[in-house]
């Protein structure tokens, strides 16, 4: 043992030893430290007399790295003391003097002189740097393999040597069938050669790409990735390529659903408006390219509000969706068919040659709706109105061939409804003047252009006066007087009526309230109504709230409507009108014998009067037909215990006629003509109607 210390303190010996790169430590027989050199001392943080004659296991291993003992058996170190054989642990710990774990690899190699085991030394490396390198390299293998993203990397040839379980998943393939392919067997045959090749000039100069693919499932099915290839460059070369896969096919399917809610209805999976100028824009560039026509046909439905109103929202969304179809299997492939919104539809008509086609369509069309439609067990009529606007006679911009149809179609519904009218210049100066007095018409009310006149009523037996109706007149500041004629329909239309007829109703009540204060006998007043009122309004309440607040009685309110407004919807009709003969309000039929009223229907009505319409009053005394049908009314209205009224009395003749008729009471310009209120009050004042025809 002396000669072996003699031995280790040779200087050449112990220099050549500390100069090693790893931690050298020699023990006796008994594991105690002999020597340890300038490395180990460094790595284990002891000096060199602190571990002098120390048992090293004692020193190193009084701990594992989950701080747990760490037993002499399992100590590689006195296992090869024991043994006298060469131990190796690539994966040990040893302690350090500050007390942290310090991984390391190690050589135990047995001292043997002269044929006998003398001692024992032991070689170690510090790994913690690799063994961060192996737990990060751990961490990110397990992160790649657990990934939502597929993952595979490729050699420079596109050969897949790693893949992880998410690719798995996305295609389809397990890793034990794509190992060693080529990323081909996922191509869905959608992009061209060419779109790949961009990909391989790009990768193999270094760069990343990024781009949306789409690939094929192992079943077939296609879906789109969005594709991100790295290069992994070493020593200038490109090594491998790492490619991840984020599947995106839900996020283009929902925005695939998005721009099918942007540009096609929901109810009718037709295009709609937003599409529509798109459309016209390819329609038009076709018609310049071949010199053809192309024609803009704007459709509504005739009365489609009243399908709704009587039938519910549900047979009106049903019925547009069989219109739809209807449209559809009229025009042509190359034809488009738009929803524009509501009720109103939009077909463009490509590749024509000849105004004719459109007029085959638009016939073709008129026929299929004109045929009924079943939804629930309704039979559901309807019709339509079609405008047509042609490119290039009509104009070479969307957007007014779109205007000059709308147009063409409002002519078609003046026409009648139910047929279609081709654009033309002159319909610029109705629409413009339509628009311009609706704009009039909604600032009328506020403005107070609006006044009532009175048309005296006659008893035909005594020549008395009996009431007066009440007419509307609009004197426009920069037009003068307007015609009802003119704005009525128009206010109907447009819903205005509503406002007007209840300003019209007050006001009447209020000055029959102010007659008979004044000391006027007691009158009645007749209001017409509107076809809008008693269809949208709640009639009832609006008479029984201006009754209340100009105090006048419901006996001396009699209202005016027409046969086709009350078989509209009779049973409603019938419900109204006999609630407002509970307020004592009167009850008449204005233009008697122009509608179409089933005899069964009008003996249902709570009605008291009925007005022979003047058309008959006009040819009465010189047209037997005329004579025949006011003889006829004036039956029929007895016979069903009504009064008779007959308007437009121009002459004597005819007064005497209607007189010997029995027709009970008259009204017409031989008598007056309507008058505001102090002209009425002037014609009441002078006594009866024969001393004051002056008046007139």
């Given at each position: 043992?002396?000669?072996?210390?003699?031995?280790?303190?040779?200087?050449?010996?112990?220099?050549?030893?500390?100069?090693?790169?790893?931690?050298?430590?020699?023990?006796?027989?008994?594991?105690?430290?002999?020597?340890?050199?300038?490395?180990?001392?460094?790595?284990?943080?002891?000096?060199?007399?602190?571990?002098?004659?120390?048992?090293?296991?004692?020193?190193?291993?009084?701990?594992?790295?989950?701080?747990?003992?760490?037993?002499?058996?399992?100590?590689?170190?006195?296992?090869?003391?024991?043994?006298?054989?060469?131990?190796?642990?690539?994966?040990?710990?040893?302690?350090?003097?500050?007390?942290?774990?310090?991984?390391?690899?190690?050589?135990?190699?047995?001292?043997?002189?002269?044929?006998?085991?003398?001692?024992?030394?032991?070689?170690?490396?510090?790994?913690?740097?690799?063994?961060?390198?192996?737990?990060?390299?751990?961490?990110?293998?397990?992160?790649?393999?657990?990934?939502?993203?597929?993952?595979?990397?490729?050699?420079?040839?596109?050969?897949?040597?790693?893949?992880?379980?998410?690719?798995?998943?996305?295609?389809?393939?397990?890793?034990?069938?794509?190992?060693?392919?080529?990323?081909?067997?996922?191509?869905?045959?959608?992009?061209?050669?060419?779109?790949?090749?961009?990909?391989?000039?790009?990768?193999?100069?270094?760069?990343?790409?990024?781009?949306?693919?789409?690939?094929?499932?192992?079943?077939?099915?296609?879906?789109?990735?969005?594709?991100?290839?790295?290069?992994?460059?070493?020593?200038?070369?490109?090594?491998?390529?790492?490619?991840?896969?984020?599947?995106?096919?839900?996020?283009?399917?929902?925005?695939?659903?998005?721009?099918?809610?942007?540009?096609?209805?929901?109810?009718?999976?037709?295009?709609?408006?937003?599409?529509?100028?798109?459309?016209?824009?390819?329609?038009?560039?076709?018609?310049?390219?071949?010199?053809?026509?192309?024609?803009?046909?704007?459709?509504?439905?005739?009365?489609?509000?009243?399908?709704?109103?009587s039938l519910g929202h549900p047979i009106g969304d049903k019925l547009l969706q069989g219109v739809a179809k209807r449209l559809q299997a009229c025009v042509r492939a190359s034809d488009t068919v738009i929803r524009f919104g509501g009720d109103e539809f939009v077909i463009l008509q490509t590749d024509l040659s000849h105004v004719d086609g459109s007029v085959i369509l638009a016939k073709k069309i008129i026929s299929a709706l004109n045929k009924p439609f079943y939804f629930d067990g309704h039979e559901v009529l309807t019709?339509?109105?079609?405008?047509?606007?042609?490119?290039?006679?009509?104009?070479?911009?969307?957007?007014?061939?779109?205007?000059?149809?709308?147009?063409?179609?409002?002519?078609?519904?003046?026409?009648?409804?139910?047929?279609?009218?081709?654009?033309?210049?002159?319909?610029?100066?109705?629409?413009?003047?339509?628009?311009?007095?609706?704009?009039?018409?909604?600032?009328?009310?506020?403005?107070?252009?609006?006044?009532?006149?009175?048309?005296?009523?006659?008893?035909?037996?005594?020549?008395?006066?009996?009431?007066?109706?009440?007419?509307?007149?609009?004197?426009?500041?920069?037009?003068?007087?307007?015609?009802?004629?003119?704005?009525?329909?128009?206010?109907?239309?447009?819903?205005?009526?509503?406002?007007?007829?209840?300003?019209?109703?007050?006001?009447?009540?209020?000055?029959?309230?102010?007659?008979?204060?004044?000391?006027?006998?007691?009158?009645?007043?007749?209001?017409?109504?509107?076809?809008?009122?008693?269809?949208?309004?709640?009639?009832?309440?609006?008479?029984?709230?201006?009754?209340?607040?100009?105090?006048?009685?419901?006996?001396?309110?009699?209202?005016?409507?027409?046969?086709?407004?009350?078989?509209?919807?009779?049973?409603?009709?019938?419900?109204?009108?006999?609630?407002?003969?509970?307020?004592?309000?009167?009850?008449?039929?204005?233009?008697?014998?122009?509608?179409?009223?089933?005899?069964?229907?009008?003996?249902?009505?709570?009605?008291?009067?009925?007005?022979?319409?003047?058309?008959?009053?006009?040819?009465?005394?010189?047209?037997?037909?005329?004579?025949?049908?006011?003889?006829?009314?004036?039956?029929?209205?007895?016979?069903?215990?009504?009064?008779?009224?007959?308007?437009?009395?121009?002459?004597?003749?005819?007064?005497?006629?209607?007189?010997?008729?029995?027709?009970?009471?008259?009204?017409?310009?031989?008598?007056?003509?309507?008058?505001?209120?102090?002209?009425?009050?002037?014609?009441?004042?002078?006594?009866?109607?024969?001393?004051?025809?002056?008046?007139?």
């Amino acid at each position: 043992m002396h000669d072996m210390s003699v031995k280790l303190a040779d200087e050449i010996y112990i220099s050549a030893l500390n100069s090693l790169g790893e931690g050298v430590i020699i023990l006796d027989l008994k594991g105690r430290v002999l020597f340890i050199n300038q490395q180990a001392r460094e790595i284990l943080g002891w000096d060199c007399e602190e571990l002098y004659g120390m048992p090293l296991h004692e020193m190193i291993h009084y701990q594992k790295a989950n701080g747990s003992d760490y037993p002499l058996d399992e100590c590689a170190t006195y296992r090869s003391l024991s043994t006298g054989t060469l131990q190796r642990h690539s994966d040990d710990v040893f302690t350090h003097k500050d007390g942290h774990i310090i991984p390391v690899s190690h050589v135990t190699t047995p001292i043997i002189e002269n044929g006998q085991h003398v001692g024992l030394t032991v070689a170690f490396h510090d790994i913690t740097e690799r063994k961060r390198g192996e737990a990060a390299s751990k961490l990110q293998s397990t992160a790649l393999a657990a990934a939502a993203n597929a993952i595979f990397i490729t050699d420079n040839n596109g050969s897949i040597e790693w893949v992880n379980k998410a690719f798995e998943k996305m295609t389809g393939y397990t890793s034990a069938e794509v190992l060693g392919r080529n990323p081909r067997l996922l191509n869905s045959g959608i992009h061209s050669r060419e779109f790949f090749t961009r990909i391989w000039d790009e990768i193999l100069a270094g760069k990343v790409w990024r781009g949306e693919v789409v690939e094929r499932h192992r079943s077939g099915v296609l879906y789109t990735v969005e594709q991100t290839i790295t290069p992994m460059i070493e020593d200038g070369h490109c090594s491998h390529f790492v490619v991840i896969h984020e599947d995106v096919s839900e996020r283009k399917q929902a925005e695939e659903k998005i721009r099918y809610m942007a540009l096609y209805d929901s109810l009718t999976g037709l295009p709609n408006r937003e599409m529509l100028i798109d459309r016209m824009h390819q329609a038009l560039a076709i018609a310049e390219r071949h010199e053809c026509l192309f024609a803009v046909m704007f459709l509504d439905l005739d009365h489609f509000k009243d399908i709704n109103d009587s039938l519910g929202h549900p047979i009106g969304d049903k019925l547009l969706q069989g219109v739809a179809k209807r449209l559809q299997a009229c025009v042509r492939a190359s034809d488009t068919v738009i929803r524009f919104g509501g009720d109103e539809f939009v077909i463009l008509q490509t590749d024509l040659s000849h105004v004719d086609g459109s007029v085959i369509l638009a016939k073709k069309i008129i026929s299929a709706l004109n045929k009924p439609f079943y939804f629930d067990g309704h039979e559901v009529l309807t019709s339509t109105s079609i405008g047509i606007a042609l490119f290039p006679f009509d104009d070479s911009d969307e957007e007014q061939l779109l205007k000059h149809a709308d147009m063409a179609m409002y002519q078609a519904k003046a026409q009648g409804r139910n047929n279609y009218q081709f654009f033309d210049a002159s319909m610029h100066q109705e629409v413009e003047e339509r628009i311009f007095l609706e704009k009039s018409l909604r600032q009328a009310l506020r403005r107070q252009e609006f006044e009532l006149v009175y048309q005296p009523q006659i008893a035909a037996a005594s020549g008395e006066l009996i009431g007066m109706e009440a007419l509307i007149r609009w004197n426009h500041p920069q037009r003068g007087l307007i015609s009802p004629a003119e704005f009525i329909p128009l206010a109907e239309s447009s819903g205005l009526i509503l406002g007007i007829g209840e300003w019209v109703l007050h006001t009447a009540c209020q000055q029959a309230r102010i007659w008979h204060q004044q000391g006027l006998d007691h009158f009645r007043v007749a209001v017409n109504l509107s076809v809008v009122q008693l269809r949208e309004s709640d009639l009832v309440s609006a008479v029984t709230r201006i009754l209340d607040e100009t105090g006048l009685e419901g006996q001396y309110l009699e209202l005016e409507l027409t046969e086709s407004m009350l078989m509209d919807d009779v049973d409603h009709a019938v419900d109204t009108l006999k609630r407002l003969n509970k307020l004592g309000v009167n009850l008449a039929i204005d233009d008697f014998g122009t509608g179409y009223s089933s005899l069964s229907y009008l003996s249902q009505l709570p009605v008291q009067r009925v007005k022979l319409d003047q058309s008959f009053v006009r040819n009465i005394t010189s047209n037997s037909d005329s004579a025949a049908i006011a003889h006829a009314v004036m039956q029929l209205g007895h016979s069903l215990g009504l009064d008779v009224l007959a308007e437009g009395v121009e002459s004597e003749e005819q007064m005497q006629y209607l007189e010997q008729l029995g027709c009970d009471a008259l009204q017409g310009y031989y008598f007056s003509a309507p008058l505001p209120p102090e002209g009425f009050e002037y014609f009441v004042s002078k006594g009866h109607w024969w001393q004051n025809r002056q008046i007139q």
